[in-house]
T-cell receptor, first 111, second 114 residues
């Protein structure tokens, strides 16, 4: 059974640009969550999607957005990138709202 | 806001020793807790979980203890191996009717020397 797949693995962007990250959940998982991991703030919840609807949202500015498609694949977008957005972005999928499986993440560097 | 935290940022043990990683949480309404292991270059990996109606749960070489009185969670790893070297996070699942979110502690880096 394939795990959670995140693409790309690494990304370098310039301040002011926007970026889109992709996540393919485990087959059959309808819940997809996104997390930001930085050395200073640790792992922080961004948002959760279930059946194409955002079900929960963390405390991040509106520059961070996401969506989920009918096949449960999800994307997150960050607009007007700032240096502080440099982080590891992790996607996790779940079948039952408790047991989450994480992908290996996308390492975003903003220069 | 309320959050889950770990007591020590680092822990060094010898191979074969038992390791204990601690975590304090502040949300007394939390009813589900998880321990994750994160190796370099990878996402967090589920280790073991426990619900608030339990005090102890055992897995393979791992045991989680929950003390609701003092809001404390611990992960015990028996016969620690070099492959156990990683960062360990505790997390609580802030579930509600609208959705769920994992609130993570800061993490403890476990180093196992042989």
């Amino acid at each position: 059974k394939a795990g959670v797949t995140q693409t790309p693995r690494y990304l370098i962007k310039t301040r002011g640009q926007q970026v889109t990250l992709s996540c393919s959940p485990i087959s059959g998982h309808r819940s997809v969550s996104w997390y930001q991991q930085t050395p200073g703030q640790g792992l922080q919840f961004l948002f959760e999607y279930f059946s194409e609807t955002q079900r929960n949202k963390g405390n991040f500015p509106g520059r961070f957005s996401g969506r989920q498609f009918s096949n449960s694949r999800s994307e997150m977008n960050v607009s007007t990138l700032e240096l502080g957005d440099s982080a590891l972005y992790l996607c996790a999928s779940s079948q039952n709202r408790n047991y989450y499986t994480f992908g290996s993440g996308t390492r975003l560097t903003v220069v | 806001g309320e959050s889950v935290g770990l007591h020590l940022p680092t822990l060094s043990v010898q191979e074969g020793d038992n390791s204990i990683i601690n975590c304090a949480y502040s949300n007394s309404a939390s009813d589900y807790f998880i321990w994750y292991k994160q190796e370099s270059g990878k996402g967090p990996q589920f280790i073991i979980d426990i619900r608030s109606n339990m005090d102890k749960r055992q897995g393979q070489r791992v045991t989680v203890l929950l003390n609701k009185t003092v809001k404390h969670l611990s992960l015990q790893i028996a016969a620690t191996q070099p492959g156990d070297s990683a960062v360990y996070f505790c997390a609580e699942n802030e579930g509600n009717q609208a959705g769920t979110a994992l609130i993570f502690g800061k993490g403890t880096t476990l180093s196992v020397s042989s």
